[in-house]
């Protein structure tokens, strides 16, 4: 099994995320200058430092699994893969959503599981969950614990014992079929180890969301997620082949040939169950060639509405580049107050020149062979030019790329010197995308008005599709300290909405998890919700896996 750092506890990345305080407000110089005056004068945030306690003085309750259960765990498993320490408890408590975060930096432990178990194979995995379901035992798959929907929340109607079960020990490429175009891998493993795996065969699977470093490919399997390139590769459930979903009722294999028409794909009933029906112990994955050019670079549109009419023009004509990501005016000023330094101060002076202001920045990227990628560029470059954009050039594509990862560690710092920082996101037809822009910036920014300070609200598109494209939008706001969880709840409920009423999708990647439960009914109706009921009661008939997420009370 291969080595993987460990998530910290209170934040995002490999080490401790504890408040270093060298300017006094808990920002270690997270933010320009330029980026703090923006933010304390729109705001009306006065930065402060707010620390999270100490990682030894989060409250932990002791593990409620009962000595029975342990024993015939430690039976399957053997005593090194049952694990009821307060380190791997910790370790495995929730995810990394802002109510996450807040709860682990206040001490907050409660949803963390009684113990955390490690199976090395599907049959061992298969007969776990028989034995929790015989035992009443609650089980909530734990990948890479990134979910931001509080996936790992573990809430369960009937406050049984509940277990993480850890995909880790099964992190490894099984097989890889050349010809086929195909690998076949653990659920534990990440983005980084497969591709270093498939690198030294010239090949990639290209996956890329924003917590690469952490996240599993079970994980993305269970969320549907979708990486940076999913315009150009797709999203992650188009590169799934098939799969190996354990169940308490059994072992359900899943794909077998590259296309079927042996009635509606049960694979799809998988994908995106968010634990709910068991374990995805095995994952044949597509892969490609490794892209021999990969060529990045940023226009400028002086509109958000002509940016958006840019890309459905490129997307009706199949011209869309792999990765596409329009920001909005409020997202590329804020971009490039926080990017600071000479280019970006030029790149400024040079729009202003122009009589464009900061406009809207689009970051394109185009991967493949040579010649095809050169007369995509081509192609896509004219209409856009037609749409009015100006061209940035490649650095601006290249300082994108370079600091796709960093948001998270930058989320951290700005927790710590007491500002609110969250994301959401949602996907819509190009005729509704407009009309949901402005449903959810107006009410996150009058239910987050404080002081007579609105929040800033920052937007982008990403993953292009011929009928819409994913609206992401991030949340900075003075950090209401007294009711902190409160404060994010009530935004996100009046977004949530207005998303939905304005046509959005209830989730475009991030899943539906705890957090989006109660909106599941608007979205697929009272007999969808019925019918993933009735597939759950067959293949879980005693409600043991993941009972907290997905579907509503
Ligand atoms: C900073 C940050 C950036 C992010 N960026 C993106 C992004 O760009 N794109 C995107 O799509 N998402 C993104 N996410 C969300 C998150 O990374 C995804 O939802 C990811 O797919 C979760 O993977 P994981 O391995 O961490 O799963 P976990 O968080 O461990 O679990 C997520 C859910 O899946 C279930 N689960 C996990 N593994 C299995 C399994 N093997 N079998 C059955 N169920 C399982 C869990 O029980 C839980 O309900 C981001 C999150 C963070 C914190």
Not at 297 to 318: H, I, K, M, Y
Request: net charge neutral; glycine share 12%; hydrophobic share 40%.
């Amino acid at each position: 099994m291969p080595e993987q750092p460990e998530l910290t506890i209170q934040g995002w990345g490999p080490a401790p995320a504890t408040a270093t305080e060298q300017d006094g407000d808990g920002l270690d110089g997270a933010l320009t200058k330029a980026a703090r005056r923006h933010l304390t004068r729109e705001l009306g945030w006065t930065p402060r430092a707010t620390p999270p306690v100490p990682v030894e003085e989060i409250r932990l309750a002791p593990s409620r699994l009962p000595e029975a259960a342990q024993d015939a765990l430690v039976a399957l498993l053997g005593a090194d893969n049952v694990r009821t320490d307060r380190e791997s408890r910790l370790r495995r408590a929730g995810g990394k959503s802002y109510l996450d975060l807040l709860r682990r930096r206040e001490g907050d432990a409660s949803d963390a599981p009684d113990a955390v178990v490690l199976p090395g194979t599907t049959e061992e995995t298969a007969a776990l969950l028989a034995t929790c379901s015989e035992l009443g035992v609650v089980v909530v798959p734990f990948g890479g614990g990134t979910s931001v929907v509080g996936g790992l929340a573990g809430v369960d109607p009937d406050d049984r014992p509940t277990i993480a079960v850890d995909l880790a020990r099964m992190s490894s490429v099984q097989a890889l079929d050349v010809p086929s175009s195909m690998v076949t891998v653990g659920p534990g493993m990440r983005g980084p180890a497969l591709e270093q795996e498939l690198g030294r065969q010239g090949l990639t699977f290209g996956h890329l969301p924003q917590s690469w470093e952490f996240a599993t490919l079970g994980g993305y399997a269970a969320t549907r997620s979708a990486g940076q390139a999913s315009t150009g590769v797709g999203r992650f459930d188009d590169l799934v082949a098939g799969l190996t979903l354990a169940t308490p009722s059994g072992v359900l294999e899943l794909g077998h040939a590259p296309a079927s028409a042996a009635g509606p794909d049960l694979l799809g009933l998988a994908l995106g169950s968010e634990g709910t029906l068991g374990v995805i112990t095995e994952l044949k994955l597509r892969v490609r060639p490794k892209p021999s050019v990969c060529s990045y670079e940023g226009w400028s549109f002086r509109t958000w509405p002509a940016g958006l009419a840019a890309l459905q023009n490129l997307a009706r004509l199949d011209l869309l580049p792999d990765v596409v990501r329009l920001s909005d005016a409020d997202e590329t000023r804020a971009n490039l107050l926080m990017a600071g330094g000479a280019g970006a101060k030029a790149l400024r002076g040079s729009l202003r020149a122009r009589g464009r202001g900061d406009g809207c920045m689009l970051v394109v990227g185009w991967e493949g062979v040579p010649d095809v990628v050169r007369a995509r560029m081509r192609a896509a470059s004219s209409l856009l030019r037609d749409g009015g954009a100006v061209r940035l050039g490649r650095r601006v594509g290249e300082s994108w790329r370079s600091h796709r990862y960093s948001g998270p560690y930058t989320r951290d710092r700005l927790l710590d010197g007491g500002l609110m920082v969250e994301t959401l996101e949602t996907a819509a037809t190009w005729t509704a995308l407009p009309t949901v822009y402005d449903s959810v910036r107006r009410a996150l920014r009058e239910s987050l008005t404080r002081g007579g300070h609105q929040p800033l609200v920052m937007t982008h598109l990403s993953h292009g599709y011929p009928t819409g494209g994913s609206l992401y939008f991030t949340v900075i706001a003075d950090r209401d300290d007294a009711l902190p969880i409160q404060q994010w709840l009530t935004a996100k409920r009046a977004a949530t909405d207005a998303l939905l009423a304005a046509g959005g999708t209830l989730t475009h990647h991030h899943a539906v998890g705890a957090d989006h439960r109660p909106w599941l009914e608007r979205e697929v109706g009272p007999l969808g919700v019925e019918v993933l009921r009735a597939v759950k009661e067959r293949l879980d008939p005693k409600g043991i896996c993941n009972p907290g997420v997905l579907l509503p009370d």
